[in-house]
């Protein structure tokens, strides 16, 4: 029962920004949307959340849409380092501790 | 940075044996976490663990699966009988707070022959 639609994959080259969409249209008041990825072999690797504001890292931005329903992460000059599969999840923190997977967007990264 | 830290990285065991994997959570984190991963499909959540006891299951953790944290620093998962079915990636996680980001191991590769 997916929360999130994002595509299945998608390129970018090497030194461009990387723009990722997520759609999230059931997405209720209290929950936030979530990024994290996972390069092959290794574990999840929490990027970046947010509730309705935008938000910046050292590692990416979070661009929410005024209504919520759907999100776009942003990585500022994607490196080869970038290639990996990237999920896009909706959790509200106060109710559920856990997260849940769904199957993500895989990311080449084009030399 | 710190880290969870998972061990062993590759198990190989017989079909039917019991293995424990084992994981060391990030220091100040008090909620713990196994998913796994069958090779080619979707990361899989299995249990959340706080205060000394489960807080919740999937379906897929049954009675062949328990998660134990021995002392202050360890979080265990054990399988009791392994089945084929069993081979996957398994990663511990750990929150400071059930409202904080999630933080992963890079995995326990179970292979059962």
């Avoid at chain 2, 990285?9 to 100040?28: A, F």
Wanted: with cysteine.
């Amino acid at each position: 029962d997916a929360k999130t639609t994002q595509p299945t994959s998608m390129d970018c080259a090497e030194g461009r920004a990387a723009n990722l969409p997520c759609n999230h249209s059931t997405i209720s008041g209290n929950e936030y949307v979530y990024w994290y990825r996972q390069i092959h072999s290794q574990g999840p690797q929490y990027i970046i959340h947010g509730l309705k504001n935008n938000e910046t890292n050292e590692m990416a931005s979070l661009i929410i849409t005024e209504d919520r329903k759907s999100s776009t992460l942003i990585l500022p000059h994607a490196t080869l380092r970038d290639t990996a599969v990237y999920y896009c999840i909706v959790r509200d923190p106060n109710r559920d501790d856990k997260i849940i997977f769904g199957k993500g967007t895989r990311l080449h990264i084009l030399p | 940075e710190p880290e969870v830290t998972q061990t062993p990285s590759h198990q190989v065991t017989q079909m039917g044996q019991e293995v424990i994997l084992r994981c060391v959570p990030i220091s100040n984190h008090l909620y713990f976490y196994w998913y796994r991963q069958i090779l080619g499909q979707k990361v899989e959540f299995l249990v959340s663990f706080y205060n000394n006891e489960i807080s919740e299951k999937s379906e897929i953790f049954d009675d062949q699966f328990s998660v134990e944290r021995p002392d202050g620093s360890n979080f265990t998962l054990k399988i009791r009988s392994t089945k084929l079915e069993d081979s996957a990636m398994y990663f511990c996680a750990s929150s400071v707070e059930g409202n904080s980001p999630l933080h992963f191991g890079n995995g326990t590769r179970l292979t059962v022959t």
